[in-house]
């Protein structure tokens, strides 16, 4: 075979070699493959044996039992060319790596599954890139610990503990006692839901003892959260525990653990749940390696169907394993956090999920996140002054940790969704006032032009600077939408920013909702017409930067962002066909309000619907209109279960009764309306 000048080297490939010893064992048959990965940069192939051996590693990544004759050949043939090359310092890479593919070829004929710790690191390292071929005589790069911390965190002191999170102490190898306590403090704070404190105490561990396996596990989890601004960290994190696997370091339980993880940061990250099942049957004893397997079966709702087979699974088992852990905090963390999601506003929430919140809330009285954890579900249970309660208390442990510890809202989202979930209940109280001043407050945070991509910034970049402005759109009240405008920055920051953060394409989408409700309520049509039309092409441009958001930390509030405005932008429609048809309004709209009903946020986890209208109540005041008062009626009590104990949707359905001649309900109604605000 003649070779040409041509040079063929795998993306993101590593001036690193690994020597990695990969055990097959299935079914009583044992056979070890050993594999010298041989950087070499300069690989000289033929160009086009090369595209089709790039397509073969980089494309196909098919298991070995799906791989055609020729696919094969091509391995064995290139095996013969590696060997013929010359190399020297044991197996070349891909040798090794047709011979393991080969076996787990073998292995697949008799039904087994890819889960040997061994194949499951080889293969990963070929997935992620970091196996590629490089120069042989470069040595490798010296680990620097300053790789995997942030500098924000660099200028911290030392963070404060936790002992009341931990109730899971697993041996960690480390070479102190004080590292093991920092990842054990990591990890419960990490499945508290506090990544960042978590982060915080593994930047300790990983400082103290470079070598320590579990410390950049909990490094790469509690960095797991798409931000673009640690990508690099993340990376690092996982690499060096890659690295420290491949170099026998850490038990053998930590290194499969290691080896699951890393599958989550891998372009076959579908693939994590398996793994962690298949580590989790091999150390049976590892509750914490339990709970993951299971917790990462979840698949999510189906506002038809209901919880889909995963999320079925993730919740049999993860309450199998709290009925048997009682006493397990992290157990029952982990079980409060499958119900983030759950649809149901009250029936079963009040029964059993809210009784195992304040159990969580109450064994650490004062961590911020259970507060704002249980303020979440007193909110959707309807216990709006419990809820209001729990809010407070978690923004003032927020604020007091920050405070003494120097940390920035930027590594502090939790504070700042905090406020908007308590301005959401605010606005469910009838207290726009209180929650306009938490708007004001968000609308004014100074923003840092080098902390833009932060998980902070970007919450209040996308949310907390349009939360007047949403707030407004809620009420609807005479001038409430010029207000509205009035919070939403001004269009010469959006300027300044729009080359940095698609978030400004948001701002001016709430500009044109509000100018449209604006144009419709002031009787102006042809101009709501026009507005309605800027909004949806609002839509378009948000979807063109799907691509720069997958990238960052605001994927989630994009998504939440074009959600809202569609409602807004149906709700708004909706309108303008009633202002058009006259006082009563017209059937046509009809199509409208449902769709907004229809398209209504689902819970996603902690955070508060982005949307603060109410379309529901908005329906059964329009069929209310038209005199249609049966529909209305159904639309009322949607509205009720839907937003439990919500003033305005309960003072909408009182004033209804009494102009349809029930004055008894309409009283008990009032009487509850006392209830629910603390009223005397």
């Given at each position: 075979?003649?070779?040409d000048d041509s040079?063929?080297?795998?993306?993101?490939a590593?001036?690193?070699?690994?020597?990695?010893?990969?055990?097959?064992?299935?079914?009583?048959?044992?056979?070890?493959?050993?594999v010298?990965?041989v950087?070499?940069?300069?690989?000289?192939?033929?160009?086009?044996?090369?595209?089709?051996?790039m397509?073969?590693?980089?494309?196909?990544?098919?298991?070995?039992s799906?791989?055609?004759d020729?696919e094969?050949?091509?391995?064995?043939?290139?095996?013969?060319?590696?060997e013929?090359?010359?190399?020297?310092g044991?197996?070349?890479?891909?040798?090794?790596f047709?011979h393991?593919?080969?076996?787990?070829?073998?292995?697949?004929r008799?039904?087994?599954?890819?889960?040997?710790?061994?194949m499951?690191l080889f293969?990963?390292?070929?997935?992620?890139?970091?196996?590629?071929?490089a120069?042989?005589?470069?040595?490798?790069?010296?680990?620097?610990?300053?790789?995997?911390?942030?500098?924000?965190v660099?200028?911290?002191?030392?963070p404060?503990?936790?002992p009341?999170?931990?109730?899971?102490?697993p041996?960690?190898?480390a070479?102190?006692?004080?590292?093991?306590r920092?990842?054990?403090?990591?990890?419960?704070l990490?499945?508290?839901?506090?990544?960042?404190?978590?982060?915080?105490?593994f930047?300790e561990?990983?400082?103290?003892?470079?070598?320590?396996?579990m410390?950049?596990?909990?490094?790469?989890?509690s960095?797991?959260n798409?931000?673009?601004?640690?990508a690099?960290?993340?990376?690092?994190?996982?690499?060096?525990?890659l690295d420290?696997?491949?170099?026998?370091?850490?038990?053998?339980?930590?290194?499969?653990?290691?080896e699951a993880l890393?599958?989550?940061?891998?372009?076959?990250?579908g693939?994590?749940?398996?793994?962690?099942?298949?580590?989790s049957?091999?150390?049976?004893n590892?509750?914490?390696?339990k709970?993951?397997?299971?917790?990462?079966?979840r698949?999510?709702?189906?506002?038809l169907?209901g919880?889909?087979?995963?999320?079925?699974?993730?919740?049999?088992?993860?309450?199998?394993?709290?009925?048997?852990n009682?006493d397990?905090?992290?157990a029952?963390?982990?079980?409060?956090?499958?119900?983030?999601?759950?649809?149901?506003?009250t029936?079963?929430?009040?029964?059993?999920v809210?009784?195992?919140v304040?159990?969580l809330?109450?064994?650490?009285p004062?961590?911020?996140?259970?507060?704002e954890?249980?303020?979440?579900?007193?909110?959707?249970?309807?216990?709006?002054?419990?809820?209001?309660?729990?809010?407070?208390?978690?923004?003032?442990?927020?604020?007091?940790?920050?405070?003494e510890d120097?940390?920035?809202?930027?590594?502090?989202?939790?504070v700042?969704r905090?406020?908007?979930s308590l301005a959401?209940?605010?606005?469910?109280?009838n207290?726009?006032?209180?929650a306009?001043?938490?708007?004001?407050?968000?609308?004014?945070?100074?923003l840092?032009?080098?902390?833009?991509?932060?998980p902070?910034?970007t919450?209040?970049?996308?949310?907390?600077?349009?939360?007047?402005?949403?707030?407004?759109?809620a009420?609807?009240?005479?001038?409430?939408?010029?207000k509205?405008?009035a919070?939403?920055?001004?269009?010469e920051e959006?300027?300044?920013?729009?080359?940095?953060?698609?978030s400004?394409?948001?701002?001016?989408?709430w500009?044109?909702?509000?100018?449209?409700?604006n144009a419709?309520s002031?009787?102006?049509?042809?101009?709501?017409?026009?507005?309605?039309?800027?909004?949806?092409?609002?839509?378009?441009?948000?979807?063109q930067?799907?691509?720069?958001?997958a990238?960052?930390?605001?994927r989630q509030?994009?998504?939440r962002?074009?959600n809202?405005?569609k409602?807004?932008w149906?709700?708004?429609?909706?309108e303008?066909i009633?202002?058009?048809?006259g006082?009563?309004?017209?059937?046509?709209?009809?199509?409208?309000?449902q769709?907004?009903?229809d398209?209504?946020?689902?819970?996603?986890?902690?955070?508060?619907?982005?949307?603060?209208?109410?379309?529901?109540m908005?329906?059964?005041?329009?069929l209310?209109?038209?005199?249609e008062?049966?529909e209305a009626?159904?639309?009322?009590?949607?509205?009720?279960v839907?937003?439990?104990n919500d003033?305005?949707v309960?003072?909408?359905?009182?004033?209804?009764?009494?102009?349809k001649?029930d004055?008894?309900?309409a009283?008990?109604?009032?009487?509850?309306?006392?209830?629910v605000?603390g009223?005397?």
């Amino acid at each position: 075979m003649a070779f040409d000048d041509s040079k063929v080297v795998f993306e993101a490939a590593k001036d690193i070699a690994r020597q990695i010893a990969l055990a097959v064992e299935e079914r009583g048959r044992a056979e070890t493959v050993f594999v010298r990965v041989v950087a070499r940069e300069g690989f000289d192939l033929e160009k086009r044996r090369g595209r089709e051996m790039m397509r073969v590693f980089k494309e196909l990544r098919r298991p070995a039992s799906e791989w055609n004759d020729w696919e094969a050949g091509m391995l064995i043939e290139w095996e013969r060319v590696v060997e013929a090359m010359g190399f020297t310092g044991g197996t070349p890479v891909l040798l090794g790596f047709v011979h393991c593919e080969l076996a787990r070829k073998d292995l697949a004929r008799w039904g087994t599954g890819f889960e040997s710790s061994g194949m499951r690191l080889f293969c990963l390292l070929f997935t992620l890139g970091w196996a590629s071929l490089a120069a042989q005589d470069t040595p490798a790069t010296e680990f620097q610990v300053e790789s995997v911390i942030q500098p924000s965190v660099a200028k911290l002191k030392p963070p404060r503990w936790y002992p009341e999170l931990i109730s899971f102490d697993p041996a960690v190898s480390a070479n102190s006692k004080e590292v093991q306590r920092h990842v054990t403090q990591g990890m419960a704070l990490v499945h508290g839901g506090w990544d960042f404190e978590a982060y915080r105490h593994f930047v300790e561990a990983v400082k103290k003892d470079p070598e320590c396996v579990m410390a950049y596990w909990g490094l790469a989890l509690s960095l797991a959260n798409p931000n673009s601004e640690v990508a690099e960290h993340r990376l690092a994190a996982v690499e060096r525990m890659l690295d420290l696997v491949g170099q026998g370091k850490g038990t053998a339980s930590e290194r499969g653990q290691a080896e699951a993880l890393a599958f989550l940061f891998s372009d076959q990250k579908g693939r994590a749940p398996e793994i962690f099942e298949a580590v989790s049957k091999d150390y049976p004893n590892n509750l914490q390696l339990k709970l993951m397997a299971s917790f990462m079966k979840r698949d999510g709702y189906d506002d038809l169907l209901g919880p889909g087979p995963g999320q079925r699974e993730a919740l049999a088992e993860v309450e199998d394993i709290l009925i048997n852990n009682n006493d397990s905090q992290m157990a029952l963390s982990f079980w409060v956090a499958l119900q983030t999601e759950h649809p149901d506003p009250t029936g079963e929430l009040r029964k059993k999920v809210l009784p195992r919140v304040r159990r969580l809330a109450k064994l650490a009285p004062d961590f911020p996140t259970y507060r704002e954890l249980l303020g979440h579900f007193e909110k959707r249970a309807g216990n709006l002054l419990l809820a209001k309660k729990e809010f407070s208390t978690a923004i003032e442990l927020y604020e007091k940790i920050m405070a003494e510890d120097g940390v920035k809202y930027y590594d502090c989202p939790n504070v700042i969704r905090a406020k908007l979930s308590l301005a959401n209940v605010l606005r469910s109280l009838n207290d726009y006032e209180g929650a306009f001043a938490i708007a004001r407050e968000l609308a004014n945070l100074p923003l840092a032009s080098d902390r833009l991509y932060s998980p902070g910034a970007t919450l209040v970049l996308w949310e907390g600077r349009t939360l007047g402005s949403r707030l407004a759109l809620a009420r609807g009240a005479p001038g409430d939408y010029q207000k509205g405008l009035a919070f939403l920055p001004k269009k010469e920051e959006g300027q300044k920013l729009a080359t940095e953060t698609p978030s400004v394409i948001g701002w001016e989408a709430w500009r044109h909702a509000l100018a449209a409700r604006n144009a419709v309520s002031t009787k102006v049509l042809d101009a709501g017409e026009k507005y309605l039309n800027a909004l949806a092409a609002s839509d378009g441009l948000l979807d063109q930067v799907s691509s720069v958001v997958a990238k960052g930390s605001s994927r989630q509030s994009w998504e939440r962002t074009r959600n809202a405005l569609k409602v807004e932008w149906m709700l708004a429609k909706a309108e303008l066909i009633n202002a058009k048809a006259g006082e009563k309004g017209s059937s046509m709209a009809d199509f409208w309000y449902q769709s907004a009903v229809d398209e209504r946020e689902p819970p996603k986890g902690v955070f508060p619907p982005l949307s603060l209208a109410l379309p529901p109540m908005e329906f059964a005041l329009h069929l209310a209109r038209r005199g249609e008062q049966e529909e209305a009626a159904e639309k009322f009590k949607i509205a009720m279960v839907d937003y439990a104990n919500d003033v305005e949707v309960l003072v909408a359905y009182e004033a209804w009764l009494r102009k349809k001649g029930d004055a008894k309900m309409a009283d008990a109604i009032a009487d509850h309306i006392k209830v629910v605000t603390g009223v005397k």
